[in-house]
């Protein structure tokens, strides 16, 4: 604002003018901004509608037989559209996944939650975290060269791409998920049920398996909706290690294709664009989309009880009412636990009412073994993950290391294997990477100050909010799609750095929201309200005294999605090239990206395994010098901080 | 905690901070990427049978800057009649079916693949033959009975037209092959290679009256198709009675665990499968790059299919796999190359 110098320090009827019109102004901006995610939403249901219908305009597709049809063959003489193997692959992944992942994730968030010693949790929180930092492609990559050969040499009847190898890796990436949440939901228990199990004589081990877990049962059922949710979703380890070719069957060991990897084959394969098999890809998309929209507003409302304790039941309507109770009937009701939860300490009290004497009883002997033996049991499972992780991260710099060289990371790249070189894939991930930052942070931003500082509590702000809720949930695969159609296509911007980075932008701009609103609410309300009470207006409150407090958080939760973004592949598969000589030099270039590279070369002769392990390396690496920025940030801004 | 509240943290440090590392990031970029200025940019894509000559060009060329992406024939002759690319890689020659795509005349396209008029779009694609690829019929290191096959047995083998289920069914190896399950690792559908071979070993193929299907589409799970050349090289590796086919380029790489038969198209021709045999052996098809015309003197592309043609580009060839232009028909590269002014 450009008032002149005495205006600041003095308020003339002029400076109050301006600054009432800029206030009008830029609260306006804030609206617009916050509207995106409108725009957003209405993109993909656009792409992926117009897709679907143009799918089912061929007339050798019909709706019967896509949704219940046994049969996938897109590409064949005659093509058939059934979906069922898809599904069922899906289902493989989501339910095997959720067999390995969920005990050892609630066993491990127990351990945290329970038995470890503060400083111990803080240690092995992030390092668990860090499961959810590494990227899919990683995994993938994992699961089919390390994984793969052990399970064919336990079952030698196991093909090249099997759904087991693909849900182990897709355990551990869904862990992270499963143990915070869970965690939370453990943490939030209130004390006095645990100190009235104990006083009554319950052991440590039972309070917390009769107490704990029944007492944050839906919380722990929202983390396993929420790990369903990503590994339906995720689509890279699919596409590495679990397979492309359809067939409709409950093997473990065999190849099997999941709704996302049919996706990415359209992408990648050789499947004719403006044909059926290809348009099946929208159909597909969404049936993913709605079904992963389901589970992750089913557990976000669970979610969302939790963090507001008890719902305070407003009256509800009739018809509303009729769907409450059948709600009911399936969700328990939160209200009950608490009920059941102190009648099942006081059934524990009753069977074990005398306590007998030190060595005497056996009864009480087996009890202590099998508390100590639950607490080894939960422990084991963080231990799993802690091994799993380091195992990775060895593996892959055992392979990688040796190929890591100045020319590999600087020079112009060759097409013999002598001769491989990242630098314009390095070029493109850091400019994808700065371009989307210029896109989704300004419009994020913006909108968590209009959420969280200016807007009432509105049916409209309610609606937009949790389409932002939606927003997150929806799987990476999905959005390429949407940037291809929107993109590259509507807006003809062809496969350039600019769409590609517009494309990740629309992925990131949920998440970046989220973390400046948690770094807004942490901004104490008597800020606010001291600089109201002086007669600042709401812009000036927001722009003097909260934003410079939040900024910190905000930096680094945007370093934090920034991370999440350069290691992304689905979203770019679709816009992204193979073989780039230089780094890009304009906005509509074309670009090679990391992860695009990894996932090409591991799909080459055995020759260019060890230079994908190099260039997951350096992926690594600067994810890993990002988070550490975050971090730096984080610990500098709360030391300097004096509220 | 004092009283007093200090409401404006010091944040210098920070905008300091975040400013060094994009600026830092933004330095290195250009210092690494080097700005070559007036480098021409050209976008090639299409084919996955033609990616790896196409990777091998760019990463030679040194007059452009050209970023390379696969995807299919189809996509590449999509994308260059939408104008989403400078070069279309293709497999297989043009097809009206491509114009009708984008709502063009399908008569336009000539049997030749060739265009006669422009599509709605207003792009004229122009093909270029630019190399030969030959594809292998694979079987496993311990196979003695199945070394050298013929069309009929191939038909016999690979179509649902009652198909042989043991080897000693197939016809004309009698009693030197064992009564073993035959099991085939190939391409799926969507692969081109798949295509390709089919045509060459089922009558008619792609018409109404073609006279059998793929034993992919039989149904009696022989088949068993992969998109990953990997897989079908492990899976004819570990198995005695497997057989398979890929492209030749994969299989040079991999001579030591598997082993090529010899095919002929009539009754007893056989011909080794190798890049110097082009000539006599039965499936080997040619590799096209399409533009959009013919690019006149002076255009990027002129320039880089005149490299593409000219002897350096096809001294490349055979080292990524594939056969040489002049191995096929000496003057099939200086035909071509004179229409670009050369």
């Known amino acids: 604002m450009n008032t002149g110098g005495y205006l600041r320090g003095r308020r003339s009827p002029l400076t109050k003018r301006v600054s009432g019109l800029s206030e009008r102004a830029v609260i306006t901006f804030l609206f617009l901004a916050s509207s995106a995610a409108v725009f957003i939403t209405i993109a993909i249901i656009y792409t992926l509608v117009e897709g679907t219908f143009n799918f089912f305009s061929f007339e050798e597709v019909k709706l019967f037989n896509f949704l219940f049809g ?135 081990w039972e309070t917390s398996f009769k107490v704990v877990i029944p007492a944050a049962s839906s919380g722990i059922a929202a983390s396993i909706l929420l790990g369903i949710a990503r590994a339906i979703g995720e689509t890279m380890v699919v596409t590495l290690a679990v397979g492309s070719v359809a067939g409709f069957h409950f093997n473990f060991l065999k190849e099997a294709q999941p709704m996302t990897s049919y996706i990415a084959q359209t992408a990648t394969g050789d499947i004719p664009p403006g044909t059926p098999a290809a348009e099946a890809a929208f159909a597909v998309a969404l049936v993913l989309f709605l079904l992963t929209f389901l589970i992750n507003r089913i557990a976000g409302r669970i979610v969302f009880r939790i963090k507001k304790g008890s719902m305070a039941k407003r009256e509800p309507s009739f018809l509303k009412k009729k769907a409450l ?5 399936i969700l328990k009701k939160d209200t009950m636990i608490e009920e059941e939860t102190v009648s099942r300490v006081i059934r524990i009290d009753r069977s074990k009412r005398s306590i007998p004497e030190k060595g005497q009883d056996r009864r009480l002997r087996i009890r202590h073994i099998k508390g100590t033996l639950g607490a080894s049991l939960s422990a084991l499972c963080l231990v799993i993950a802690v091994i799993f992780l380091i195992y990775l991260l060895y593996d892959v710099f055992k392979g990688g290391y040796g190929v890591i060289s100045w020319d590999f990371l600087t020079g112009e790249p060759g097409w013999r294997v002598s001769e491989l070189s990242i630098m314009p894939a390095i070029m493109g991930s850091i400019y994808l990477m700065l371009l989307t930052l210029v896109f989704a942070v300004p419009v994020s931003v913006a909108t968590a100050i209009y959420f969280n500082e200016i807007a009432r509590d509105t049916f409209y702000t309610r609606f937009i909010k949790r389409m932002i809720q939606n927003l997150a949930g929806v799987p990476s695969i999905v959005i390429g799609l949407v940037g291809l159609t929107i993109f590259v296509r509507l807006f003809d911007l062809g496969t350039s750095l600019l769409a590609g980075s517009l494309t990740l932008a629309l992925m990131m701009m949920p998440i970046i929201v989220v973390s400046s609103e948690e770094a807004l609410k942490a901004v104490p309300q008597s800020f606010r309200e001291a600089a109201r009470g002086m007669g600042a207006t709401r812009w000036q409150t927001v722009k003097d005294h909260v934003l410079p407090n939040a900024v910190p958080g905000m930096i680094t939760g945007t370093i934090l999605a920034l991370s999440r973004a350069i290691g992304e592949t689905a979203p770019i598969l679709f816009i992204g090239a193979i073989f780039a000589k230089t780094a890009p030099n304009g906005v509509m270039d074309s670009f090679v990206a990391l992860p695009l590279t990894i996932f090409y070369w591991s799909r080459q002769v055995e020759e260019y395994k060890p230079f994908a392990e190099g260039t997951i390396l350096v992926l690594l690496a600067i994810l890993l010098t990002m988070n550490a920025f975050a971090i730096i940030i984080r610990y500098r801004s709360q030391k300097r901080r004096d509220w | 905690m004092p009283p007093v509240i200090a409401l404006k943290p010091n944040r210098n440090w920070l905008i300091a901070g975040s400013g060094v590392l994009v600026i830092a990031m933004v330095v290195a970029a250009g210092c690494i990427g080097g700005d070559d200025g007036d480098t021409p940019k050209l976008v090639q894509t299409g084919s996955s049978t033609v990616l790896p000559l196409a990777i091998a060009w760019a990463a030679e060329y040194d007059d452009a800057e050209i970023t390379v992406s696969g995807g299919g024939s189809s996509h590449g002759i999509n994308a260059l009649l939408n104008k989403e690319t400078d070069l279309g890689d293709a ?32 792009v004229t694609p122009y093909k270029w033959v630019v190399a030969y690829d030959v594809l292998a019929t694979i079987v496993n290191k311990d196979n003695d009975w199945a070394e050298k096959l013929n069309y009929t047995q191939l038909y016999k083998i690979f179509t649902d037209d009652d198909p042989a289920k043991y080897w ?44 059998a ?34 492209g030749f380029a ?93």
């Open chain 1, 325 to 329: 109770e059948i709600k009911d009937s």
């Open chain 1, 70 to 204: 046994t049969g996938w063959v897109p590409s064949g003489r005659d093509p058939e559209f059934g979906m069922l193997p898809l599904i069922s692959g899906t289902l493989m992944v989501a339910g095997g996944t959720i067999v390995i992942a969920g005990p050892i994730g609630i066993g491990a968030a127990l351990f945290l939650s329970e038995y470890a010693p503060f400083k111990l949790r803080t240690f092995l929180k992030p390092v668990v975290e860090l499961l959810a930092g590494i990227p899919s492609i990683v995994y993938g990559f994992f699961a089919l060269f390390t994984i793969g050969p052990l399970i064919r040499d336990i079952f030698p009847e196991a093909t090249y791409f099997n759904v087991l190898q693909g849900v182990i890796v897709m355990s551990f990436m869904v862990l992270p998920i499963i143990v915070s949440i869970s965690d939370d939901a453990m943490k939030a228990v209130p004390r006095y049920l645990r100190e009235a199990s104990l006083a009554l004589g319950a052991t440590k």
């Open chain 2, 168 to 211: 000693d069914e197939v016809p004309g190896l009698g009693s030197t092959a064992p009564h073993e399950k035959i099991e085939i690792y190939a391409p799926d559908e969507a692969s081109g290679t798949y295509d390709y071979f089919f045509e060459e070993i089922i009558p008619k193929w792609g018409k109404d009256d073609m006279h």
């Open chain 2, 91 to 122: 497999s297989r020659l043009m097809k009206g079916s491509d114009y009708e795509k984008v709502g063009g005349d399908t008569g336009l396209v000539t049997s030749d693949g060739q265009a006669t008029g422009p599509a709605p779009t207003g």
């Open chain 2, 250 to 342: 994969y299989y040079k790489d991999n001579t030591d665990k598997v082993q090529a038969v010899k095919i002929a198209d009539e009754d007893d021709n056989y011909e080794e499968p190798s890049l110097s045999n082009v000539k006599n052996y039965p499936m080997a098809r040619p590799l096209y790059i399409y533009t959009d015309g013919i690019p006149e003197e002076g255009d990027a592309r002129n320039e880089y299919l005149r490299y593409v043609l000219g002897p350096e580009g096809q001294a490349l060839v055979p080292e990524v796999g594939y056969v040489d232009l002049d191995l096929v028909d000496p003057t099939l590269a200086s035909g071509q190359l004179s229409k670009l002014g050369a």
């Open chain 2, 213 to 246: 299907d793929t034993r992919l589409n039989s149904g009696d799970g022989v088949y068993h198709p992969s998109a990953d050349d990997n897989v079908i090289l492990n899976a004819i590796r570990d198995n005695k009675y497997a057989i398979g086919y890929f």
